[in-house]
């Protein structure tokens, strides 16, 4: 049995709809998205960053409370490292930039502010890369350059973690493996560990008999006699 891609079904009918049978002008930039393993099929971010944070409360509550924790799912989803391990790292540079303002605050020195700020920056870097590479992994449309991803941590890092957590999450991407929403329609919460209250499957194939020639004859006679 022949398995249907959703994210497949879509493009096709996105480029039949336009009357383009050819591949996209921009393979280039697709390349330089992805690796190539989803061929020309483009995916998008599930929502916006900051006008859509709501759409999960449980997973904007998560990003806005243990940042570290999301994080580190997020990157055991997309196949970036271990959830402990990468958790740990943010938390690290989180607490470090935190201490350093404090220093700066009790002591006034320069040099913890600068740290800080330093430390700050670091934590923007590296979540940023990471969310450049889950694009560049999934084949996620999008305008934003690597500088943007950062500036995006930076300014609202919570409201970004949800918008990657509700994307990973809503195509049940598992260790790396982005599955997608397949041939099964799921009704019901799209959060983790929540079982769909229904499940609409392709219906089974049926076989079709021609009735015989003298059968037919049959009941042709019975009606006339009837």
């Avoid at 929502?47 to 570290?68: H, K, M, Q, T």
């Avoid at 404090?102 to 740290?115: E, G, H, P």
């Amino acid at each position: 049995m022949a398995v249907l891609d959703f994210d497949m079904l879509c493009s096709t009918v996105a480029l039949q709809t336009q009357g383009k049978w050819r591949k996209l002008e921009d393979a280039e930039d697709c390349l330089e998205q992805g690796n190539g393993e989803f061929g020309g099929v483009f995916r998008m971010w599930e929502g916006e960053v900051v006008l859509d944070v709501f759409d999960d409360r449980r997973i904007a509550l998560e990003s806005a409370c243990c940042p570290c924790y999301r994080f580190g799912k997020n990157m055991r989803r997309a196949g970036f490292g271990y959830c402990f391990l990468q958790g740990t790292v943010y938390l690290l540079l989180v607490v470090s930039a935190i201490l350093n303002f404090i220093a700066f605050i009790v002591t006034k020195r320069n040099c913890f502010l600068y740290l800080g700020v330093a430390f700050a920056i670091s934590v923007g870097a590296y979540l940023g890369f990471f969310r450049t590479q889950i694009k560049r992994k999934f084949n996620i449309r999008g305008s934003d350059s690597l500088v943007d991803d950062c500036v995006y941590h930076l300014i609202c890092p919570c409201c970004t973690l949800s918008q990657e957590s509700r994307t990973l999450e809503m195509n049940n991407v598992q260790d790396g493996t982005w599955h997608g929403r397949g041939d099964t329609i799921c009704i019901g919460s799209y959060g983790e560990g929540s079982k769909a209250f229904f499940e609409l499957h392709p219906p089974p194939p049926m076989s079709i008999q021609t009735p015989e020639p003298l059968s037919m004859q049959h009941s042709v006679n019975g009606a006339d006699n009837a």
